[in-house]
């Protein structure tokens, strides 16, 4: 910046201008005869990007998409022509793989795309082909056919031309000319009509946050006292040659964390030449960062209807559920989350199994916790005093998830007490019932501990 008189000149190090978050639209581009998926027909390729800007979106993501086809597909009871149409017996894939692919589909872009192939003869599916939602574009509507899309796959849509483009029919039933068609499967959006839309996307501004704030700290580093410390050198304002140059040995001299912390010589004739030397307070922006990068990470979990972040492998600390809470939060879930992302995949394949006969349905496996359900100290009491039999007992115990000889020596043998007369209950000891609640209170809090650490193991080896 110069003003008018040309006496004051200011220069930033390294310094760089971002530009405006993508936003989603959908226009028809006649000079290409598609339409365009974002305003720059790139924006598939920003959602992408942004699992490598933000390590707690992606973590989400990657989980979401394992619960959701990870399992796989559930062959109990299926018959042997549902088994094979399963094995995708002329495809590289099999469609529990296709379905892992399509479930992360699914979470990054609201949608995916499968390539379906039918015999010579049109009346059966041969083969099922994934298809990348990021190198697919849809055709310009046909006036004369709105209804009826095309779609054109290109795997470099930076460097679009049309001689590396292929064009597929639409999946149909009917107009089955050429038997190599596209089926694209989107999630039901408001105002979107022709592409898929992540329902992340509300709080995009949130997950490019939390890349900026790992990256200020990284520069910070890198940079040494680039944007935190303002130098001022008094007298005549040089020619701009001149100001590049000391701008070039300033940052050779001092860039770099290796450089960081080090002392800066400067000479001058006189006082009133001497070089005015400001450090600005990056420390405390330091601060305000770590406590911003709190509600961000808040705000991501918000976009994904994450629950409970220990799912994720994402720490809250002074928390630690207990594996009730895991429990709990996961049935949640995938009732809530994850059955009707799965209700989608398993409709699309049903759709496609019906073509060929097959009449049983197609469902995919849900993920449960290896864990067991925590029986609480009150609770534990409750059925060792209760006005039932040993043997009722035992079994509750057994239920519970203690083992048979667990119980027996809790409860006794479990065989029925000879009848007697009814006597008077003794006082109970209050200092023994107190021990007793400590240390079963201690064999619980260790136990539960250790489930947890195991649980998050487990979830963190699967992203």
């Given at each position: 910046m110069e003003d008018k008189n040309n006496k004051f000149k200011v220069r930033l190090i390294n310094h760089q201008m971002s530009g405006d978050v993508p936003q989603y639209s959908e226009k028809v581009n006649k000079t290409k005869g598609l339409v365009s998926y974002g305003d720059d027909n790139l924006y598939p390729d920003f959602l992408l990007g942004l699992l490598a800007r933000s390590s707690t979106h992606r973590a989400i993501v990657k989980t979401k998409s394992q619960l959701i086809g990870g399992n796989g597909i559930n062959k109990q009871g299926l018959s042997n022509e549902a088994l094979k149409f399963i094995s995708n017996p002329w495809n590289e894939y099999d469609l529990e793989e296709i379905v892992a692919r399509i479930s992360l589909d699914l979470e990054i872009y609201g949608a995916f795309a499968l390539n379906i192939i039918w015999t010579k003869d049109r009346t059966r599916i041969a083969e099922i082909n994934y298809i990348n939602p990021q190198t697919l574009r849809i055709k310009e509507p046909d006036p004369d056919s709105p209804t009826t899309q095309e779609y054109i796959i290109n795997k470099n849509w930076k460097k679009y031309e049309v001689k590396n483009s292929v064009v597929?029919?639409?999946?149909?039933?009917?107009?089955?000319?050429?038997?190599?068609?596209?089926?694209?499967?989107?999630?039901?959006?408001?105002?979107?009509?022709?592409?898929?839309?992540?329902?992340?996307?509300?709080?995009?501004?949130?997950?490019?946050?939390?890349?900026?704030?790992?990256?200020?700290?990284?520069?910070?580093?890198?940079?040494?006292?680039?944007?935190?410390?303002?130098?001022?050198?008094?007298?005549?304002?040089?020619?701009?040659?001149?100001?590049?140059?000391?701008?070039?040995?300033?940052?050779?001299?001092?860039?770099?964390?290796?450089?960081?912390?080090?002392?800066?010589?400067?000479?001058?004739?006189?006082?009133?030449?001497?070089?005015?030397?400001?450090?600005?307070?990056?420390?405390?922006?330091?601060?305000?960062?770590?406590?911003?990068?709190?509600?961000?990470?808040?705000?991501?979990?918000?976009?994904?209807?994450?629950?409970s972040p220990n799912l994720f492998g994402i720490p809250t600390p002074g928390a630690l559920s207990s594996k009730n809470e895991m429990i709990q939060a996961m049935k949640l879930l995938q009732a809530q989350y994850i059955t009707p992302k799965q209700n989608l995949i398993e409709k699309t394949l049903n759709r496609l199994a019906r073509i060929n006969g097959i009449t049983e349905n197609i469902t995919l496996s849900k993920y449960e916790l290896d864990v067991e359900v925590d029986v609480s100290i009150a609770d534990l009491l409750s059925v060792l005093t209760a006005n039932i039999t040993p043997a009722q007992k035992m079994a509750v115990l057994v239920a519970a998830g203690y083992s048979e000889d667990e119980a027996k020596s809790i409860v006794g043998d479990g065989k029925e007490p000879e009848p007697t007369a009814p006597l008077t209950p003794p006082a109970p000891d209050k200092k023994a019932v107190k021990v007793a609640q400590r240390e079963a209170f201690l064999k619980f809090r260790d136990q539960e501990r250790d489930e947890v650490e195991k649980i998050r193991q487990k979830l963190n080896k699967e992203i």
């Open positions: 597929y029919p639409g999946f149909s039933r009917v107009n089955i000319k050429n038997p190599s068609q596209i089926l694209y499967v989107k999630e039901y959006q408001a105002g979107r009509y022709f592409y898929g839309e992540p329902s992340y996307v509300s709080n995009v501004k949130s997950i490019m946050c939390d890349y900026s704030i790992a990256n200020y700290h990284y520069n910070n580093i890198e940079n040494g006292f680039a944007l935190s410390t303002l130098i001022n050198f008094v007298g005549n304002v040089p020619i701009d040659e001149e100001i590049d140059m000391e701008l070039a040995r300033l940052d050779q001299q001092f860039r770099g964390s290796n450089n960081a912390g080090g002392p800066m010589v400067t000479f001058s004739q006189t006082k009133d030449e001497a070089p005015i030397v400001t450090v600005m307070d990056s420390q405390k922006n330091g601060e305000n960062f770590i406590k911003l990068d709190e509600t961000i990470v808040s705000k991501i979990m918000t976009a994904h209807q994450v629950v």
